[in-house]
């Protein structure tokens, strides 16, 4: 069975960070590309970082550059996303979705000002 798995959202204060995890299983992150997305109460949908499957090709939305960065440990099949100096409009539910359309499940992100 194809899964992804997001996990290491949280509570946390205005300015801290936290790293979001994205493991897959049942299928090697190396052989696709993913895209973490990001969806707050009463808002649309956004793309928020991607990264191509052979690890190059790293975009950014702007609404979060230079405060996120987005890496793959291929012997854990992981795909990270440290975000930085958090702000409240961070608060969201963070999903990662591979390009063959697997979504994992969601985890939640809250910045308490």
């Known amino acids: 069975q194809l899964r992804l798995m997001e996990s290491g959202g949280g509570l946390v204060q205005a300015g801290g960070s936290l790293r979001l995890s994205c493991t897959a299983s049942?299928?090697?992150?190396?052989?696709?590309?993913v895209k973490w997305y990001r969806q707050a109460p009463g808002k649309e949908r956004e793309g928020v970082a991607s990264?191509?499957?052979?690890?190059?090709?790293?975009k950014y939305a702007d609404s979060v550059k230079v405060r996120i960065t987005i890496s793959r440990h291929n012997a854990k099949n992981t795909l990270y996303l440290p975000m930085y100096s958090l702000i409240p409009e961070d608060t969201a539910v963070y999903y990662c979705?591979?390009?063959?359309?697997?979504w994992g499940q969601g985890t939640q992100v809250t910045v308490s000002s």
């Open positions: 049942g299928f090697p992150l190396v052989s696709y590309g």
């Open positions: 990264i191509h499957c052979s690890g190059n090709a790293i």
């Open positions: 979705k591979s390009t063959d359309n697997v």
